[in-house]
């Protein structure tokens, strides 16, 4: 795996080739956009998708977990997808992963999906939309202007579409944008993706395979 | 049995008040029709197929009095239904038959539509999706019980379509919820109208009726030809540098259409004809499907009473009732099947000699040579077939949903039903059963879709949709025809200009302009599936590029250029058209050679792109691409290599980096027609068509749900792309159905995989010509110029990714 630093206010961060950030200094975790259950909610709206894309998600966490070993996952919003009201398994599920990781922190920033989030109540402590720490802002949606600090962000799902000679591939990205922040890209599996095109005093590293390369 | 005479008396009587005298193919339809039969009227437009349809339900009614709905009259375009209301009850009205004739289509208000359940009328006009969704609700039986006969109007339209697939399914249903009823088609000349008429009717007790009307009418097809010792451009698709000999053709005339392919054409025409004369802005129309309908119709009204010089349209105006006033139609571009130039001809009011004129703007030099053989093809007679589609399973999911959605339906009985459909005439139990298991568990039985629901079997054993959310959902989703989500596009200040597609306006920033409408528009912001927008002044846009409406050249027309290039070179050939490109065929066989029947021509050049071979075997644009998608693979399987293809009418390039030499044995390994389904699917496999063909087999099946233009948010939620529920279900349920169709709808309608195999079988036979000009051939020119690119590759993903990876760091090492 070849893996990317980054310095964002005064930290060291590691752009993963899982889709994920870690925090080497604060011993943390950082992933975007989870949406667990979404499958659920589709087939529950007579959509049929199988399951099987958030056991998925969620073995990919524990393969990190394993790499890492880290002190705490912090996840930036849109953790599930909806109301999970109707999908009770899938709330057992999610209670006997995080009982796995018994010592591990997990917390996870409110995103737009996370309405639903009293039902997970016990699996996650949630935080402030905005919250400071170490010099660096977290958020779910990623702020239309500069803030007061650095931030790390998650919400678009962004993706590039690469040319290479004759070959085009669509691949997610890390996009650092001109308003001084980090935007993820989305961790889970049924997820789909934003394409974000070159625009000034933005730099997108792309996810391909193993590894994170620079794009612009 | 009724005495002919007596029973006809009624409508020949009203014909002799008009001054018109009942032709015998009418008379035919008429005594058919009170025989109790059904069948297919097929005739030349504008020689009264309507009234030989419409004749019989209407002498019926006179003598058996009766209430409720009666006969249903279906049509593809619901911009024909106002027309076909007021011509039918013209005739009803002569009869002295005191029927209510209304439409119902997407736009007819509510008050109507419930007026029209309590008190239905006698006579409803209304198009397949609107018949999908009326049987979609409950009491259909009380509905549709009384009706005597459906009749749909151009019906070709539909046939070979899925539109045509879902019609036959609720007629299917109409036969038993009415029997006895009587189906009628109309339809213009096709090479297999038996074929229609069998899908049309379906199963039934007695053969039905094909009836000949009028032969064709004349038909005059020229060529605008450049001028003397001009250069013509050699590629190239808009056609504009004749704009002046169009113009001046236009000003010799009343009232013309002028078609294009495309709507990015029709908005470049449009415009380029405006900037000329500028003092024709009010008589200048533009036509196509993203416009607004209410435009569209002021369009179409404005054209029956003469008040436009010229109207620029695509196919939008391919369909329906003549436009007398036109007296002039013109075809910018080759029309690439001569049924289809027939039609566009036939819109045109009848000159008293008969005669329908046409003039055909070729857009490249080789476009000429198009146009001489549509005209040989024409007066020779081949007319190409459309071939009906079969087993559907997403549009048989789509019609059980709304069954379901109704009265719920019975297992058993709807199979047979179903299998009454010549679409599905030999649909086997197991797909049967797993298009229900699919409906009702999200797929089989045994894989993983818990909390699935969308239709259940009750305990009377009938199958019923779980919840109203649902049914109201699937009503709004009802239809085959799929595109690229659309946007609808509107002024800030309010007011609907029409919908664009999703990617064309994905691609601009605020602030960029286009050309929409035949306005200059600026983009200001895009909300919700709306993009709000501004007039602008700029003279520079970008012109939105719609997908589809590109048919490949037929191979009829195909081959009877062939024909045309042998006669040149014979030096027998005399076509005006001909002899205009005359020095760039000489330029053609001067550095190459010119294409002929039984031979294949192959020209390999070298560039700084890479190493072309091109190849052409004129096939048409869509066997092209499966063929280049096949040699690349086959190639790729003696040494890997990413290959970048392109396709056109004539033949195929395939480009690389380094190409094997190929000697005359290794081409034909190349070609050779054995292993050809399986070859084709592997290369697929690599490439993105299946993919991409599954988009619109997921909205018909319901497996992803679109919002609609410039309606809430509601839906977002229920969001996925088909590309992700492809993987998802590549990866969970690889068995399933629906991904097989989109292989096999890739094979057959994408690939055209029968003439594929028909062009190897052929070119297996064919002396191989092989050339190396030192530049691009004027054949092979609009191959390299017109590229679109479409990668295939035989190394693995990972392959790609890391020769990818190589390249971008190389170019990151140099910066």
Not at chain 2, 738 to 758: F, M
Request: hydrophobic share 40%; glycine share 8%; proline share 5%.
């Amino acid at each position: 795996m070849k893996a990317l630093t980054l310095e964002l206010g005064g930290n060291q961060l590691t752009l993963l080739a899982e889709r994920g950030l870690w925090w080497a200094a604060q011993e943390t975790l950082i992933l975007a956009d989870l949406h667990l259950g979404k499958t659920a909610i589709l087939r529950r709206a007579g959509i049929p998708v199988p399951e099987g894309p958030d056991e998925l998600t969620l073995q990919r966490i524990d393969q990190l977990i394993q790499k890492l070993n880290p002190q705490r996952l912090l996840l930036l919003g849109d953790v599930i997808h909806g109301s999970l009201q109707q999908h009770a398994e899938l709330i057992a599920r999610l209670s006997a992963w995080r009982a796995t990781h018994a010592k591990l922190t997990f917390e996870a920033i409110v995103g737009n999906h996370d309405r639903h989030r009293a039902v997970i109540e016990s699996v996650i402590d949630w935080r402030a939309p905005q919250t400071t720490e170490a010099g660096l802002i977290f958020c779910h949606e990623p702020p239309a202007n500069v803030l007061s600090a650095p931030w790390l962000g998650g919400h678009w799902h962004p993706m590039a579409k690469l040319r290479a000679g004759i070959d085009t591939l669509r691949l997610p990205v890390f996009s650092l944008e001109p308003t001084q922040g980090l935007v993820l890209p989305a961790f889970g599996e049924f997820t789909g993706g934003m394409d974000l095109s070159q625009c000034k005093g933005r730099q997108r590293f792309a996810v391909a395979n193993d590894r994170v390369i620079a794009i612009d | 049995m009724t005495k002919p005479q007596e029973t006809l008396q009624p409508l020949e009587k009203w014909f002799a008040e008009q001054g018109w005298v009942p032709a015998g193919f009418q008379r035919q339809a008429w005594q058919a029709y009170l025989d109790g039969q059904s069948g297919l009227i097929h005739s030349a437009t504008g020689s009264g197929k309507s009234l030989a349809a419409w004749g019989g339900p209407l002498l019926s009614g006179l003598t058996t009095p009766g209430s409720g709905l009666r006969v249903l009259w279906i049509t593809p375009l619901r911009a024909l239904a106002n027309d076909t209301v007021s011509s039918l009850s013209a005739a009803a009205r002569g009869l002295g038959l005191n029927w209510r004739i209304e439409k119902r289509t997407g736009d007819t208000p509510g008050s109507i539509r419930n007026k029209q359940r309590t008190h239905p009328p006698e006579t409803l006009v209304t198009t397949p999706e609107s018949l999908s969704l009326l049987l979609s609700y409950r009491h259909a039986e009380k509905r549709f019980g009384h009706l005597d006969a459906v009749i749909v109007d151009e019906w070709h339209e539909l046939l070979g379509s899925k539109r045509g697939v879902q019609l036959e399914l609720c007629l299917a249903r109409l036969r038993q919820l009415a029997p006895g009823l009587k189906i009628w088609g109309l339809s213009a000349t096709l090479g297999n109208l038996e074929q229609a008429r069998d899908a049309l009717l379906g199963q039934q007790a007695q053969p039905g009726q094909l009836i000949t009307g009028p032969a064709r009418k004349n038909l005059k097809i020229t060529a605008a030809l450049p001028q003397a010792n001009a250069r013509f451009p050699w590629a190239g698709h808009l056609g504009t540098h004749l704009l002046e000999p169009v113009l001046s053709y236009l000003e010799d005339a009343y009232s013309s259409l002028l078609f294009t392919n495309t709507r990015a054409q029709a908005e470049i025409w449009f415009e380029s004809i405006l900037k000329a004369r500028m003092d024709w802005l009010e008589t200048l129309g533009l036509h196509h499907g993203s416009i607004d309908r209410g435009l569209r119709e002021q369009i179409e009204q404005g054209l029956r009473q003469g008040d436009f010089r010229c109207v620029v349209a695509t196919s939008s105006l391919d369909l329906g009732v003549d436009f007398s006033p036109v007296d002039r139609v013109i075809q910018i571009g080759s029309p690439k099947g001569i049924a289809r130039l027939a039609q566009r001809a036939g819109r045109c009011g009848h000159q008293p000699d008969g005669m329908s004129q046409i003039l055909c703007v070729p857009t490249h030099a080789l476009e000429l040579l198009e146009i001489a053989a549509a005209r040989r093809a024409w007066q020779a007679g081949h007319i190409e077939a459309r071939p009906a589609l079969r087993n559907c399973l997403d549009v048989l999911a789509q019609h059980l949903v709304s069954l379901a959605s109704g009265d719920g339906f019975d297992a058993q009985a709807t199979f047979d039903e179903v299998r009454s459909t010549h679409a599905f005439a030999q649909l086997d139990p197991a797909a049967w059963q797993w298009t229900l298991d699919f409906i009702t568990h999200g797929g089989e039985v045994l894989s993983a879709y818990p909390d699935f629901q969308r239709v259940v079997k009750g305990i009377d054993g009938r199958y019923r949709i779980a919840t109203r959310t649902l049914a109201n959902r699937h009503r709004m989703s009802i239809g085959t025809i799929t595109s690229d989500a659309a946007i609808a596009v509107k002024y800030q200040s309010g007011g609907h200009i029409g919908t664009v597609e999703e990617r064309f306006i994905a691609r601009l920033r605020p602030g960029d302009r286009f050309l929409f409408a035949g306005l200059s528009l600026e983009l200001i912001r895009v909300r919700e599936l709306v993009a709000y927008v501004k007039r602008s002044r700029a003279s520079r846009q970008a012109v939105p590029h719609w997908q589809g409406g590109r048919l490949p050249l037929s191979s009829a027309l195909a081959d009877e250029m062939l024909e045309l290039l042998a006669e040149y070179t014979a030096g027998r050939c005399k076509e005006p058209e001909i002899l205009a490109i005359s020095p760039l065929l000489e330029l053609q066989n001067r550095w190459s050679k010119l294409p002929q029947p039984g031979c294949l021509l192959v020209e390999r050049t070298d560039s700084r792109e890479g190493q072309h071979l091109f190849i052409f075997p004129f096939a048409g644009r869509l066997a092209h691409e499966g063929l280049a998608s096949l040699l690349a693979w086959r190639l790729g399987q003696q040494s890997a290599g990413t290959f970048s293809l392109a396709a056109n009418d004539y033949g195929l390039e395939i480009l690389s980096n380094e190409l094997p030499e190929l000697d005359e044995t290794l081409l034909r390994n190349l070609l050779s027609p054995d292993h050809l389904a399986e070859d084709l699917l592997a290369s697929l496999n690599a490439g993105e068509l299946v993919r991409r063909q599954f988009r619109d087999i997921a909205r018909v099946a319901g497996l992803i749900f679109q919002g609609h233009p410039g309606k809430g948010k509601s839906a977002r939620q229920l969001q996925a792309s088909s590309g992700l529920m492809f993987d998802t279900l590549q990866r969970y349920d690889p068995d399933h159905r629906l991904l097989d169709q989109a292989a096999r709808e890739v094979l057959e309608s994408t690939l055209e995989v029968s003439r594929i195999q028909q062009t190897l079988i052929e070119l297996s036979q064919a002396r191989i010509i092989m050339e190396k000009p030192e530049r691009f051939s004027p054949f092979a020119f609009p191959l390299w110029a017109e590229r679109q690119r479409n990668r295939v590759s035989t190394e693995s993903w990972a392959e790609r990714v890391a020769a990818m990876v190589a390249r971008l760091e190389k170019a990151a090492d140099k910066t």
